[in-house]
T-cell receptor, first 110, second 115 residues
Framework: DAKTTQPTSMDCAEGRAANLPCNHS???????VYWYRQIHSQGPQYIIH???NNETNEMASLIITEDRKSSTLILPHATLRDTAVYYC???????????FGAGTQVVVTP | ETGVTQTPRHLVMGMTNKKSLKCEQH?????MYWYKQSAKKPLELMFV???????ENNSVPSRFSPECPNSSHLFLHLHTLQPEDSALYLC??????????????FGPGTRLTVL
């Protein structure tokens, strides 16, 4: 499976956009990039995923570089409730095995 | 609410007890998963079920015994656990295993403490 690299932590001001980077330089052509987040002591929450095109939904936008070696999750208007650990995961396994890393701890401040 | 419920939310048990964790999904999904999250460690996949058939056992000790009687219910039977098994146990479900549509929906978890 492709490995991912994320910053350990990030701070973001409430109301501003939060841009979360992820490197996945060994990603293969059929592997998808998934993003989840986990608010303290809760189950992880699916955010968005993509293969090579940029994606947007009601929660976030996902920008994948043309060479697919990195991606950025964008929370357009961060709120205090967006404080969580964000996980970037490359999914390749045929049985849907999500390999969670340490993620990025995002703290949104007033 | 994600459509995945877990009971109990908290459980304290001794090393000689037998207990079970229950997961139920109301999403019409065909795949269900058990994950373990120990303190300050990443989530680890334990078991995967597809249409009630176990398709993955991620080297989990036999003191953890999963059961999937139907596509909506998943159990994790626990016996003779060790204190290091104390963790948050999470259940998840998904439509299937296609890489492009594998959004997994997680329950709130069961916080297990083994004394």
């Amino acid at each position: 499976d492709a490995k991912t690299t994320q910053p350990t932590s990030m701070d973001c001001a409430e109301g501003r956009a939060a841009n979360l980077p992820c490197n996945h330089s060994t990603i293969s052509g059929n592997e998808y990039v998934y993003w989840y987040r986990q608010i303290h002591s809760q189950g992880p929450q699916y955010i968005i995923h993509g293969l090579k095109n940029n994606e947007t939904n009601e929660m976030a936008s996902l920008i994948i570089t043309e060479d697919r070696k990195s991606s950025t999750l964008i929370l357009p208007h961060a709120t205090l409730r967006d404080t969580a650990v964000y996980y970037c995961i490359v999914l390749s396994d045929s049985w849907g095995k999500l390999q969670f890393g340490a993620g990025t701890q995002v703290v949104v401040t007033p | 609410e994600t459509g995945v419920t877990q009971t109990p939310r908290h459980l304290v048990m001794g090393m000689t007890n037998k207990k079970s964790l229950k997961c139920e999904q109301h999403l019409g999904h065909n795949a269900m998963y058990w994950y373990k999250q120990s303190a300050k460690k990443p989530l680890e996949l334990m078991f995967v079920y597809s249409l009630e058939e176990r398709v993955e056992n991620n080297s989990v000790p036999s003191r953890f015994s999963p059961e999937c009687p139907n596509s909506s219910h998943l159990f994790l039977h626990l016996h003779t656990l060790q204190p290091e098994d104390s963790a948050l146990y999470l259940c998840a479900s998904s439509h299937g295993f296609d890489r492009g549509t594998n959004e997994q929906f997680f329950g709130p978890g069961t916080r297990l403490t083994v004394l």
